[in-house]
């Protein structure tokens, strides 16, 4: 708890940093925050390299709002000059270093953020791709849970109870709390008749766990800090180009940067955490 409150300290400086600087749209204030650790596989054959990130869901009475910290501390720090110069001497020290590379620098992870119930009854997803950046909408409630009432399992001082569905293309199996009357979870999770502290698909190649919840007092939401133009989008047509671009990021990634990052060509066996 000490390490988010102290994580939170820190991003609420960069949002009113960024907040002074541009023109942004308040989409209702914070009651509400929680913060979840989200492990992923990177490689879905060895399933040994795992990914990490510290989501925060910022709840409050109209909408909620789902960001990776360390994508938007990343982005923060290159919005002005003086970061941008910080983030360049961090990467090519972090060249320097043996291991993978992207572990020795602020780098961007989760890069979609998710605001539900904007506009009423949808959801809207920001994402990016290759600088680009793109917005779709996406349905709300459409998670058919089944909830299994004999199951109890505590998380948080929390006791909750397990549910299950099927959600594009994976089986999910969530764990809810009662005590917590928000219908909110991580990422795109919503609709059990309490907050979601725990969410996991079959072999655990997507997991999410909540690591702190807090009463906010009222911090804006906004829709993109940054303030960016973005491409209006279909759903599957972004996944589609996503998927394309990871399945061959190591050439494309050399290709624009001009450094050789020391990676083979083989296409990754990356799998996105929707399949359909």
Partial sequence: MVIMRILISISVLFFYALLLQAKNEVIDHGQFLCSYYYCYSKDTIKNDEKGEDLLFLSIGKNVSKCYSYYTYQSDSLQSTEDGKAKFRALFKEALKREGYLTNSFPHRRMTACVYKNYPQNMMTVTDDLMSQYYEYSDSLGVQNWVVEGDSIKNILGYNCQKATCRFRGRSWTAWFAL?????????????????????????????????????????PIVYDVFNRKRIKIDRKAFLKSKYNYFHNQNSIDEATSGISLGLTDDKRNYDLIERE
Avoid: H
Wanted: aromatic share 12%; hydrophobic share 30%; glycine share 14%.
């Fill in 179 to 219: 005590d917590v009357p928000m219908s909110d979870g991580p990422w795109k999770f919503c609709g059990l008749p309490g907050l979601i502290m725990e969410v996991y698909d079959k072999g655990r190649q997507q997991y999410f766990c909540i690591k702190g919840l807090q009463k906010d007092a009222g911090t």
